[in-house]
């Protein structure tokens, strides 16, 4: 590897750049990244409520579009509490939906049983005239649709009504030509269209959707007011955030002083090679931060653990690389010799050791859900940065820092340890 | 030069005690398995004066139909007090059930200012799931270790080296798990997460003497397989012991931490952790190290 005496100095600029990037984040339009205050945390940590929802009274798993309907009910209602910083995952194979939110900050009267029980009662959708008189009820429309429209080439969502529907539609549409039927589900108006024309035969359409998404929402929620099933959850925990927010202060501050106690150590023990590592493994940290904040991957107390480990391997390989480097000095190697046959021979070893945990952390990601999920992420990321940070990052910047005749002695690299002999 | 390999008697004797140990405080303390795997329902609230805790039980019985336990723990650091109820049987309780617990107690200790802390309702077939999900996790992920150090190792007799790497795991993840029952900690989530850390943790160890072995074989064909790993164990072992020393320091500042916020869900994870990490460090250099010989000497005593 090319490198020239004052490549370190730059390393070192970047590696402080990045780390205060993910500390404090970057908000100078239209540059924007998020730094570890936007960090999503799992409601372990910040407090929240996490609910499994089932449907209740059916002996059959839900179909797809029923449990997609259940999701639109979930997602209105939730806008219209609004808990908008919430993740739904609908489980197809079981019929279960998930669902994650935060504690809403600054409520104190917030009742987290009672918004999971209402979230699952049965959804009330209704089509208004302009006066809020009731025309239809959702239980009298078969079937909405997501279509294209030919003409227009733009995407429409169709509703067909039974007979009872398709009756009080069609007067309804007579006497309200140029006037808007509003759609509710429960007191929620999801949508307003206008009328064109009397609609007779159950079948209308509704036009003037912005995009494909907008009109599967719509058509989604319509459906909804059709579903055979309201859903129950016998399965939810809420933590407050007092308790979470004491938990993450606590391994805010440990993992702070773990930082600065490794660091202490390795500056004591490995001298220049001390400092290299601790560079290494704030760049590691910090990128690892800016992989969770940037794309906003929740961060659980597991992923935490995650962390802790990757970290630990990072050590790791910089106590290898280290060792190897004194071991060749020892052996009275030149310096440059000794640096370039250190990280050699220590690659293998940190190779080996990053790519079963990489591996084992992709199998948990695929089998684990939540805690494990967060978990595999993290220490993927951080086993993968190791090779960034702890082996190139680091040779470079030992490279170039044994070129400059101050940092030329052999002493910087750490005393001679004699090995004591066992009898 | 610390000769491992003579000295193995001793090691095994201390994993035995350790084992021994550990299942006699199964037999005494039994698993306790956390409501996030059997399923069942604790409720948490923080109050502020006194509350009859079997007045409490009664309403709670009353009102779910369920026998409930009730407990009332006082923290000393934070002054906090909590009414913990649990509720009989694993299965969940529904959001609605859980809202009418809610109003009856506040309506019964309306002086208490009692305030939901905490709740954990878990159906059981979700927590079996879970936990179904979790063992296969942990058990690819060993087996998908063995395989791979099998490959990588087939210098130092792969398969060997990867059952023994397999071997030290175990003696890992039964330490972690009887720091668990010793404890009297229930497996929870954090089990599941402190177990597959120390997986991570104790594969890399043993790789890094595997590593250090296939590289001195060349240079120790005249010598005896034991002083070869001997000698590689010791070239590696202020590796080992600083590695682990900044490691388990590390995760001792957040068990002390933990200790002194009291936050139970830090501490269920930073013990086992702590332990855990040592033992793996342990397990490499003094376990696997001499199983490797005794396996190799084994294996050609009988060719000869």
Redesign the interface.
Known sequence: MKTNKHVYIIVMLLITGIALTAVFGINADPLKIRGMKDIRFGIDIKGGVEAVFEPSNLDRVPTESELESARAILETRMDAQNILDREITVDKGSGHIIVRFPWKSGETDFDPQKAIAELGETARLTFRDPDGNIIVEGKDVKESKVQLDKRSNQPVVTLEFNDEGAKAFEEATGRLINKPISIYMDETLISSPMVNEKITGGNSIITNMKSTEEAKALSDKINSGALPFSLVSKNHSTITPTMGSGALGVMVKAGVIAFAVVCIFMLVYYRLLGVVACFALLLQIAVQLLALSIPQITLTLTGIAGIILSIGMGVDANVIISERIREELNGGKTLGYSIDTGYNKAFSAVFDGNITTIAASIIMMIFGTGALLSFGYTLMIGCILNFVSGVTASKIMTKSMSMNKVFAKKSLYGLKVKVKEAK | ???FYSKRKMFFAISFTIMLVGIISLFINGINLSIQFKGGAIIKYSYAGEIDSELAADKASQVLNRDTEVQLTDDLA?HSKKLVLNLSGN??????E??KL?KALKAEFPEANL?????????PF?GK??LI??L??IA??SL??VI??RF?FKKISGMSAGIIGLIALLHDVLVVFFTFVIFKMPIN??F???T??I???S??DT??I???I??NQPYFKKKSFEELVDTSI???L??SI??N???S???L??CI??YI?N?D??KT?AIP?FIG?VSGCYSTVCLAGPLLVMWHNKKHASAI
């Open positions: 030069m610390i000769k934070t299965s969940g309780l529904e959001a609605g859980q809202e809610d305030e939901l802390a905490e709740s954990n309702v878990v159906e979700i799931r879970f999900k979790s296969t996790a690819l992920t998908f270790i791979y150090v990588r989530d954090s599941i997460a402190v597959l850390t997986i991570g943790y594969i890399n790789i890094v595997y590593d250090r296939r590289e010791n070239q590696t202020t590796r600083n590695t020393m900044a490691t320091v590390s995760v500042i957040v931490l933990a916020y936050i869900s830090i994870f952790m990490s």
